[in-house]
């Protein structure tokens, strides 16, 4: 609590810290009353049973009491919730894409990161994007979180007070590998902020590129693992089982397989796994970029 790791933690953990106290005074203040009249009326103690008629201060007490603390409680829920809802028209844009099952953030000069690295002590003002489903960014330390929907741009802002990683979660159940879809925030000194930035050089290959930017890595592993599709590790020019249209058939694993794979998925599935899966990419991905695909896979031995 009270960290300070974004402009909003003060906000959210007071109003947290509201509440808290105020349940536990009455855990503490109802549980002490109830044991005392459990034996101050004991049947021993008070052998007739009476009733309570009518007391207007009573009334009037526990009426204006709650009123007074649950509006006490919306104030200051009201006071730490209002500012992320006023997103500055000045400050870092960056769009942040949401899809089965990873984060990618994309800078205002066409710089892309699958971590979100920020200059402390600046608004950062994401658009929130999804390519599929929808999703939810989180970040606990920030205490921040919006919905990521398919057909809309929410927006969301923060700013970084303190160096330091920080968790990306996604907070909507959205399959699999759900759990999965972690990332970072960054934040560093403006300095190092900027040199990032300016720094577009990839040292990735360029077919790694392609598959990191679409998020093929988070069904398809390079290392062998199985996780939602097969792995790509040592797949190229392989023998490999498939069903099409119901039937079972060995093909060889060349360039015209890896294109219909990634433009029609359901067409050869691979034996084993799950049709309906993975989606077309045929107007995501290029032929261009299918072929860095490809020389990428031939270097996975
Ligand atoms: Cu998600």
Same mark, same amino acid.
């Given at each position: 609590?009270?960290?300070?790791?974004?402009?909003?933690?003060?906000?959210?953990?007071?109003?947290?810290?509201?509440?808290?106290?105020?349940?536990?005074?009455?855990?503490?203040?109802?549980?002490?009353?109830?044991?005392?009249?459990?034996?101050?009326?004991?049947?021993?103690?008070?052998?007739?049973?009476?009733?309570?008629?009518?007391?207007?201060?009573?009334?009037?007490?526990?009426?204006?009491?709650?009123?007074?603390?649950?509006?006490?409680?919306?104030?200051?829920?009201?006071?730490?919730?209002?500012?992320?809802?006023?997103?500055?028209?000045?400050?870092?844009?960056?769009?942040?894409?949401?899809?089965?099952?990873?984060?990618?953030?994309?800078?205002?000069?066409?710089?892309? #990161?699958?971590?979100? /690295? &920020? =200059?402390? %002590? *600046?608004?950062?003002?994401?658009?929130?994007?999804?390519?599929?489903?929808? $999703?939810?960014?989180?970040?606990?330390?920030?205490?921040?979180?919006?919905?990521?929907?398919?057909?809309?741009?929410?927006?969301?802002?923060?700013?970084?007070?303190?160096?330091?990683?920080?968790?990306?979660?996604?907070?909507?159940?959205?399959?699999?590998?759900?759990?999965?879809?972690? #990332?970072?925030?960054? /934040? &560093? =000194?403006? %300095? *190092?902020?900027?040199?990032?930035?300016?720094?577009?050089?990839?040292?990735? $290959?360029?077919?790694?590129?392609?598959?990191?930017?679409?998020?093929?890595?988070?069904?398809?592993?390079?290392?062998?693992?199985?996780?939602?599709?097969?792995?790509?590790?040592?797949?190229?020019?392989?023998?490999?089982?498939?069903?099409?249209?119901?039937?079972?058939?060995?093909?060889?694993?060349?360039?015209?397989?890896?294109?219909?794979?990634?433009?029609?998925?359901?067409?050869?599935?691979?034996?084993?796994?799950?049709?309906?899966?993975?989606?077309?990419?045929?107007?995501?991905?290029?032929?261009?970029?299918?072929?860095?695909?490809?020389?990428?896979?031939?270097?996975?031995?």
């Amino acid at each position: 609590m009270f960290s300070d790791a974004s402009n909003f933690v003060q906000g959210v953990d007071t109003s947290f810290a509201i509440i808290l106290g105020a349940s536990l005074f009455f855990l503490v203040g109802i549980t002490a009353v109830m044991v005392y009249f459990v034996v101050r009326y004991h049947k021993s103690r008070h052998p007739e049973a009476k009733d309570v008629h009518e007391s207007r201060r009573l009334e009037i007490t526990w009426t204006v009491i709650p009123t007074i603390l649950v509006l006490v409680m919306f104030y200051f829920g009201w006071t730490g919730y209002k500012p992320m809802r006023s997103i500055p028209d000045e400050g870092i844009k960056v769009k942040a894409y949401a899809q089965m099952w990873s984060w990618q953030f994309e800078y205002e000069n066409g710089k892309t #990161s699958d971590s979100l /690295v &920020v =200059p402390i %002590d *600046k608004a950062v003002v994401l658009d929130l994007i999804s390519r599929d489903v929808v $999703h939810s960014l989180y970040i606990p330390a920030f205490r921040i979180k919006e919905d990521v929907v398919p057909g809309r741009t929410n927006k969301m802002w923060f700013i970084g007070q303190k160096e330091g990683d920080y968790d990306i979660f996604c907070a909507e159940y959205c399959g699999d590998r759900h759990s999965y879809m972690l #990332s970072k925030v960054v /934040v &560093v =000194p403006e %300095d *190092k902020y900027t040199t990032w930035f300016n720094n577009k050089t990839t040292t990735d $290959h360029p077919g790694l590129a392609v598959l990191k930017k679409n998020a093929c890595l988070s069904c398809h592993s390079l290392d062998g693992t199985r996780i939602v599709g097969p792995s790509f590790k040592g797949i190229w020019g392989h023998e490999v089982e498939v069903i099409t249209n119901g039937e079972e058939r060995s093909v060889t694993v060349n360039e015209d397989y890896i294109l219909r794979s990634v433009y029609d998925p359901n067409a050869d599935v691979v034996k084993g796994f799950n049709q309906g899966q993975m989606i077309s990419y045929k107007n995501i991905i290029s032929e261009d970029e299918i072929k860095d695909i490809i020389e990428y896979l031939k270097t996975l031995k």
